[in-house]
């Protein structure tokens, strides 16, 4: 996959080289790139594992490379588990979102 250049959500790049450790000792990064914001979620909330996720994922073209995307109803289950104000106040458009697929 051709590199994003990532940074943290503040801007910075991350404290050490990407491993599998220092990765893995994160939830969810917000990630800022070349292209835009990335979130990755390492241990989805609301689900039980990425296993439970590929069963609707669909599959995109992003920088040359095909990545699973989260089925929109996934989306907004792992959003209402999250909680957080944030992520709540993304409910109304998700949902008007999911609505619109569905009549297309």
């Known amino acids: 996959m051709p590199s994003v250049e990532p940074g943290l959500e503040a801007g910075g790049k991350p404290p050490e080289a990407w491993t599998a450790k220092s990765f ?12 835009g914001w990335l979130d990755v979620v390492v241990r989805p909330d609301g689900t039980s594992g990425y296993a439970d996720l590929l069963a609707k994922a669909g599959r995109e073209a992003i920088g040359g490379a095909e ?3 989260a089925d929109i ?6 959003k209402e588990a999250i909680g957080d104000v944030k992520y709540l ?3 109304p458009l ?4 999911r609505a ?4 297309e």
């Open 100 to 103: 619109q697929l569905k009549r």
């Open 89 to 91: 106040s993304h409910l």
């Open 73 to 78: 109803d996934d989306l907004i289950r792992m």
């Open 24 to 35: 893995g000792s994160f939830q969810t990064l917000a990630l800022t790139t070349r292209y």
């Open 94 to 97: 998700l949902r008007e979102l």
């Open 67 to 69: 990545i699973n995307v």
